[in-house]
């Protein structure tokens, strides 16, 4: 079973950046589609971004579009999120997951194998 560690979280100005990494332990995951998921106070919890297992496709919720990066480094066994322009709403505790198939499209509906334990991200305004 995949065990799964974001890091990166923390507190920013709204406009700035941060990147979260997740790295996976027990099994590799690059056969796996992974994403990032987020969930706020007092909200569900929701998918912010998706990549297949290769990394040639992608996946990206319409309120981080053109501001989030989602990427894997197969050998490290490792999935990024750059995250840019920070908004306030962006506050939120981010999840990394592993999903159950190749691809992208089983984590819009939360075929996910494995979550991480989250790290929070809180963006000032």
């Known amino acids: 079973q995949v065990q799964l560690v974001e890091s990166g979280g923390g507190l920013v100005q709204a406009g700035g950046s941060l990147r979260l990494s997740c790295a996976a332990s027990g099994r590799t995951v690059s056969g796996y589609a992974m994403g990032w998921f987020r969930q706020a106070p007092g909200k569900e919890r929701e998918i912010v971004a998706g990549?297949?297992?290769?990394?040639?496709?992608?996946y990206y919720s319409d309120s981080v579009k053109g501001r989030f990066t989602i990427s894997r480094d197969g050998p490290k066994n490792t999935v990024y999120l750059q995250m840019g322009s920070l908004k306030p709403e962006d506050t939120a505790v981010y999840y990394c997951?592993?999903?159950?198939?190749?691809?992208?499209?089983?984590?819009?509906?939360?075929?996910?194998?494995?979550w991480g334990q989250g790290t929070l991200v809180t963006v000032s305004s």
């Open positions: 990549i297949n297992w290769s990394g040639s496709s992608t």
């Open positions: 997951a592993s999903g159950s198939g190749s691809t992208w499209y089983g984590l819009i509906a939360h075929a996910v194998d494995a």
